[in-house]
């Protein structure tokens, strides 16, 4: 709940930021207009532009207009797996619906449940508390206890880091990827299925805010516990942003919320009511208060 209220509030200061000075006049969508349930876990947007909304009670494609709702039906193979949205994430044509109770596939162009027997098989009824798609093929998903590497046209499943429960993924350069573990961050190969190194950042918590940011200019954020972090290239070593009262243009607070990389060069880091907004090209930031 909290990460899905800090992220719209987080959209809204980004325009601040940016400069736009027009006032925003918010609807509020609940299930009066149709929404299966007012508690949205997860939202994203498919590659045919609708969106997609993970309640409590119920998975929700949204047109602009009106909802469609997929629900479970007992002993039907054909809808979703569970009720209970936990994690969402999207790949061409396919929206993978993680659950209380395990995975489900949709063909976002038919709208179907996409039969899927052998990834029942590896995670069962397991919950699903991540979802990561990177880009290509490869759909990253964790359970409890278990951490998968999903296929996205063959549905192959193969599974990842034993003994490992993983938070948060984020991709590099060079096929590698961050990985915020319950045991710290990873800096993971998958070619060679190796760990390149591991960092004692601490507990990464699946349930909190703890997030991975990367861009394209290379850079590494984190948002973990109370913290915020950046990757020092040069010295290979994370190094954490904090607030300075003495310094005008340190960042806002400690606590962590989210971070976005913006248009214009900059990186947005919102914290416990405060927006801030780093410009890489002046290295200066300015503060937005709400």
Known sequence: MRKNYAALIFIFLLTLCVGWSQDYKFQHITTVDGLSHNEVRKIVKDNQGFLWFGTQNGLN???????????????DSSSIIGDKIYSLAVSPDK??????TGLSIINTVTLDVIPAPN??????????????????????????NENFIIDSNSLEVQQILKGYRIAT?????????????????LQYNYFTKTILKSYELGAFNAYGLDEIFTNSYGEVWI???HGIYRYQ?????????FNSPKTMNSIAENDAGDIFSAPMAMVCIYTLGLLACLNR????QKTTYP
């Open 233 to 241: 290239s040069e010295r290979d070593r994370f190094i954490e942003v």
């Open 61 to 75: 494609r949204f047109d602009g207009y009106r909802f469609k709702v997929f629900k479970n039906i007992p002993n």
């Open 223 to 225: 948002t973990l516990s």
């Open 169 to 185: 993924i984020a991709k590099g350069f060079d096929n590698s990827y961050w990985i915020g573990t319950d045991k710290g961050l």
């Open 95 to 100: 929206l993978w619906v993680g659950t209380i």
């Open 281 to 284: 090209y002046w290295q200066t």
């Open 119 to 144: 990834i029942i098989n590896h995670i069962g009824e397991n919950g699903v508390l991540q979802l990561f798609c990177d880009g290509s093929n490869k759909v990253w998903a964790s359970t409890e």
